[in-house]
């Protein structure tokens, strides 16, 4: 695997199988994004936020705040998400559209 050139005026590290940024520097606040079962499960005892684009099923992971999945993208749509302290605040597309006869539900 080839590590691809870190941007370090946006903070993102990436290797061939996902990416990780510390939200304003800090360790505590790392979000991650998987493409590969290996780097979701490698990163997930050290994020806050865990974007697994990996196919198929695993367990999901305990020790993040937030799983974003395949599956929650699909039901959610786009998502806003705010690292306070230990929790994670998120809100959607979904959660502010509410509940309308013309959209998709799951």
């Known amino acids: 695997m ?6 370090d005026q ?6 061939a199988v996902g990416c990780v940024v510390q939200i304003r520097g800090h360790p505590e606040n790392t979000v991650t994004v998987a493409w590969s079962r290996e780097a979701s ?3 997930c005892a050290a994020t806050a936020i865990l974007i ?22 699909d039901t959610e749509g ?3 998400a705010s690292v306070t302290g230990s929790s994670v605040e998120w809100t959607s597309v979904a959660r502010e559209r509410g509940d309308r006869p013309w959209s998709k539900t799951q």
């Open 10 to 15: 946006l903070g993102f590290k990436c290797d």
């Open 52 to 73: 697994d684009l990996t196919r198929g099923w695993q367990p999901p992971c305990d020790a993040a705040m937030l799983n974003v999945t395949r599956r929650f993208l």
């Open 41 to 43: 499960l490698d990163d």
């Open 2 to 7: 080839t590590d691809i050139e870190a941007d």
């Open 78 to 80: 786009a998502i806003a």
